[in-house]
């Protein structure tokens, strides 16, 4: 079998467990979750695998993955773990925006907001989550709002998927505070996490396949190699 095809299979399989899982919370059918759910990531992993991914991304889907296993067991031990490892998962897509950001534009005004963003949820949060969550979830926050803002250093579609992962585990937030929910709250919270993740591998596949912006000083170097090859 072609990678091609392969890499086909695996999308529409990734589409039909997006369809399994959603549907399936909409429609209140735990069982359907629980088998969906971790099917989700490893196949948006091999489908970014296959098509030429970096393999650090492939890692951070992967340690994805492992959050959502853990976010599974209703125990606040698996919602550690769960955090953690979503938390390495961050350090590796910051990582990939250092290594892959193209993007120059101006970003204090966008960089103040997260921070006002980051500052209000934690302070608006804190005397409702348990006491031995506070620490561990003002950490995790400060993470998830620096992956999110460096995001957009690697283009729209990446800059979307680190705001779509903030606003889906400050749902998680919330819930975990005990604050008044929307409707089918855990529909929202895989929507905007899924939506999260293919944006997050989409915009830094793509950011990895543009060609690398020489520096000031590699254009100088390449203009005097060029000079001193050419015809006098």
Do not use: N
Request: one cysteine or more.
């Amino acid at each position: 079998m072609s990678r091609d095809r392969l890499g086909h299979l695996l999308l529409a399989a990734f589409a039909l467990a997006v369809a399994g899982d959603l549907g399936s919370l909409l429609a209140g059918v735990d069982v359907g979750h629980s088998v969906c759910k971790p099917l989700l990531m490893p196949l948006l992993a091999g489908y970014t695998a296959l098509r030429g991914g970096p393999r650090l991304l492939v890692v951070a889907l992967l340690f994805g993955w492992g959050g959502d296993v853990l976010l599974l067991f209703d125990a606040e031990v698996a919602f550690l773990a769960g955090m953690a490892s979503f938390a390495v998962g961050h350090v590796c897509y910051l990582v990939l925006f250092a290594r892959y950001g193209t993007t120059r534009g101006r970003s204090g005004l966008l960089g103040a907001g997260y921070g006002v963003a980051l500052v209000g949820t934690v302070a608006l949060l804190w005397s409702d989550l348990p006491s031995e969550l506070r620490v561990p979830v003002a950490g995790y926050s400060l993470l998830l709002t620096a992956m999110a803002f460096r995001a957009t250093r690697s283009g729209l579609a990446a800059g979307l998927g680190g705001a779509l992962f903030l606003l889906s585990d400050t749902l998680i937030a919330t819930g975990v505070a005990e604050w008044p929910q929307l409707p089918r709250p855990d529909f929202w919270i895989m929507l905007t996490y899924l939506a999260a993740q293919w944006l997050l591998a989409q915009g830094v596949s793509a950011a990895a396949r543009r060609p690398a912006v020489p520096g000031p000083g590699q254009q100088t170097a390449g203009a005097t190699t060029r000079s001193a090859s050419a015809p006098r």
